[in-house]
């Protein structure tokens, strides 16, 4: 199971920092990712991180502003957004995925319950 927390309102140019607890068969993941999805658009990816080596990978659009991360002892990930914008706005979730490196919403079996982050200008 994965638990995300974490989303709320900020102004532009403030920041949040995203939760999910992993627990159950989601140990045994490879790497582990956050997507999200704003009303009326599909649901896109933002970040991946190997649970192992720590390795990340990023979309375009968050490269330099979110940071991924994970606390292997509490199997917590964590996703550190700053310098929000507007465009940030959407539910954001975390998942696992036994493919290193997928940026594809397909290869990520396990999905958390989404939390909102409303970014206002």
């Known amino acids: 199971q994965l638990q995300a927390c974490g989303g709320g309102l900020v102004q532009a140019g403030g920041s949040l920092r995203l939760s999910c607890a992993a627990s159950?068969?989601?140990?045994?993941?490879?790497?582990m990712g956050w997507f999200r999805q704003a009303p009326g658009k599909e649901r896109e990816f933002v970040a991946f991180?190997?649970?192992?080596?720590?390795?990340?990978v990023y979309a375009d659009s968050v490269k330099g502003r979110f940071t991924i991360s994970r606390d292997n002892a509490r199997n917590t990930l964590y996703l550190q957004m700053n310098s929000l914008k507007p465009g940030d706005t959407a539910v954001y979730y975390c998942?696992?995925?036994?493919?290193?490196?997928?940026?594809?919403?397909?290869?990520?079996?396990?999905w958390g319950q989404g939390t909102l982050v409303t970014v206002s200008s």
């Open positions: 159950g068969r989601t140990s045994s993941r490879y790497g």
């Open positions: 998942a696992a995925t036994n493919i290193l490196g997928s940026r594809s919403r397909n290869d990520y079996g396990y």
């Open positions: 991180i190997n649970w192992s080596s720590g390795s990340t």
